[in-house]
């Protein structure tokens, strides 16, 4: 327990040391919000979709997790190089601890970037609301912050741990470039974070729906603005799209465990 | 103390190590001498669970490394080649986040913190980020933390490795001191033969990941009939050394390619 702790507080230190840190990491997410939340929300409110900023501070919310959780994780690839990570490989503890802790602790991390990103959004003008019929502005619903914060956690420690993953097995920069490029950037772009997901073709749905954060992002969109729209047993969505990321989370927590116990250096 | 039986270690066709046996005995100093790419330190990842032999067999402190390894990792404390400490941490994190992984209960952690941190002239700089220390402060930390849990093995892998005269010198006083008053086993790797004639009681030369000598320092000398521990060195390995120079190259290199493909 112990050593899921210490591992779990290194990286809760880690951010409350680099302030500047924090600001900078939640400037992409604004810009994303206000260029394109402003950007585009004529032609969106045109098409009689709505307010987008109603519809994007989710996916800007989604995305601040998604992208501190799974740099958290890939950041193993900096204790290698540094050597930290030798520390960690040798001491009398079970290496699940180690890896535990750490993944944890870049969950914490990335929860609470995703909360100060919701503030961001509050400033911003969004404002969690009831589902309400299309056109007519919804009903305004504090309530569905603590809700909001079930997903944030969620999508927290899937993406720390899928991180964690591949902090395991990645050894240099070319190939953190590799994933960034091909994996990050795809799974925010494919989440429905910035688009809708009803009515997309075929292939589009299949890969979308083949994206662990789309559900994340479509919890947050329907607890925080009550636009459901993965899945479509209206009573169950809340359940349904928490218990596929948790069962996500469990998976991608057990690779990470593996595939950190098999470490050689 | 560690008990080694005909260990290797191949890196798909490259035989880093190849059948060694050797024994050190509690409470010795043990010395490991050899050019780049002997093996010196496959060897040490081997003892310290960081590698999978291919065959072979090792014993720390009765403890198979592989088998019981949480047991035998408590018992050995290592310093690495290259710096492992936590950068963005103070050096006092850095010995508390060693002390819990190492089981150190709170109290004891803290007065044996204080006590090591005195004696490696760091407890004025404990308060500060690691990032600030020189290369020689940070190699002084990194072995008062592997001291921390007293360890019943200490392993130091070219601990002194572009450190200055005075720190080389300081450094191995603490180190014979803390092996004569805590009667730690120290099982090191350097290319200084001064370091090793003075603080090693027995030397083993490695070339070619084998062992090619082992004995005292006199012994070495001795049977060399050369009168320095670098005579005897030169005496040992000289000739396949320039050979081989080119050898022992394309190795590092086929060991580089072979990582990165991992």
């Known amino acids: ?265 | 103390m560690i008990q080694v039986e005909n260990l290797s270690k191949t890196f798909d066709q490259f035989t880093a190590v190849r059948d060694i046996s050797f024994q050190v005995d509690a409470g010795e100093i043990f010395a490991f001498l050899g050019p780049n790419g002997a093996g010196k330190t496959t060897t040490i990842k081997m003892l310290t669970t960081l590698l999978r032999p291919t065959t072979g067999r090792i014993h720390l402190d009765g403890f198979d490394p592989w088998v019981k390894q949480r047991e035998a990792r408590q018992r050995f404390g290592i310093v690495f080649q290259d710096p492992s400490l936590d950068n963005e941490q103070t050096a006092y994190e850095n010995m508390e986040l060693h002390g819990v992984l190492y089981h150190i209960p709170r109290k004891v952690r803290g007065e044996r913190i204080e006590q090591l941190l005195r004696l490696f002239e760091l407890w004025e700089r404990r308060n500060d980020y690691v990032k600030t220390f020189s290369g020689g402060m940070k190699r002084r930390l990194e072995i008062a933390r592997g001291f921390l849990h007293t360890p019943k093995i200490l392993f130091l892998d070219e601990p002194t490795l572009g450190l200055d005269p005075q720190s080389r010198n300081q450094l191995w006083t603490h180190v014979k001191n803390l092996n004569e008053s805590e009667k730690t086993t120290v099982f090191l790797t350097t290319h200084y033969m001064d370091e090793a004639d003075r603080v090693a009681h027995r030397i083993a030369v490695m070339d070619h990941g084998a062992i090619v000598a082992i004995g005292t320092s006199g012994e070495l000398k001795a049977r060399t009939n050369t009168d320095s521990l670098e005579g005897a060195f030169l005496a040992l390995t000289g000739t396949s050394l320039r050979d081989e120079s080119a050898n022992s190259t394309d190795n590092l290199r086929r060991f580089a390619q072979m990582w990165q493909k991992k």
């Open chain 1, 1 to 265: 327990m112990g050593a899921i702790y210490i591992m779990w507080l290194r990286e809760v230190k880690r951010y409350f040391r680099s302030k500047a840190q924090i600001i900078v990491s939640l400037g992409q997410p604004t810009l994303y919000l206000l260029a394109l939340g402003f950007g585009f929300g004529p032609v969106f409110a045109k098409a009689g979709a709505g307010n987008y900023i109603q519809f994007l501070a989710p996916g800007v919310i989604g995305m601040t997790v998604l992208f501190s959780s799974i740099f958290s994780g890939m950041a193993m690839l900096w204790d290698r190089q540094f050597g930290f990570l030798k520390e960690t490989l040798v001491a009398p503890v079970p290496r699940l601890h180690i890896i535990l802790g750490r993944t944890l602790g870049g969950a914490t991390v990335a929860i609470l970037q995703g909360l100060l990103m919701l503030v961001v959004c509050l400033i911003a003008g969004f404002r969690p609301t009831y589902p309400h019929a299309p056109g007519t502005p919804g009903v305004l619903n504090w309530f569905a912050l603590p809700e909001a914060a079930v997903f944030v956690a969620l999508i927290a420690i899937v993406f720390a741990a899928l991180g964690a993953s591949i902090g395991s097995t990645i050894q240099d920069m070319q190939g953190f470039q590799v994933l960034m490029n091909f994996l990050v950037m795809p799974l925010f772009f494919l989440s429905g974070a910035l688009f809708p997901l009803r009515n997309l073709g075929t292939v589009m749905t299949w890969v979308t729906h083949a994206d662990p954060l789309a559900y994340g992002i479509d919890g947050l969109r329907g607890v925080l603005v009550g636009a459901w729209q993965l899945t479509y047993a209206a009573q169950f969505n809340f359940l349904l799209d928490a218990g596929i990321l948790a069962v996500l989370a469990a998976t991608f927590l057990g690779t990470s465990a593996w595939l950190f116990s098999r470490i050689q250096v």
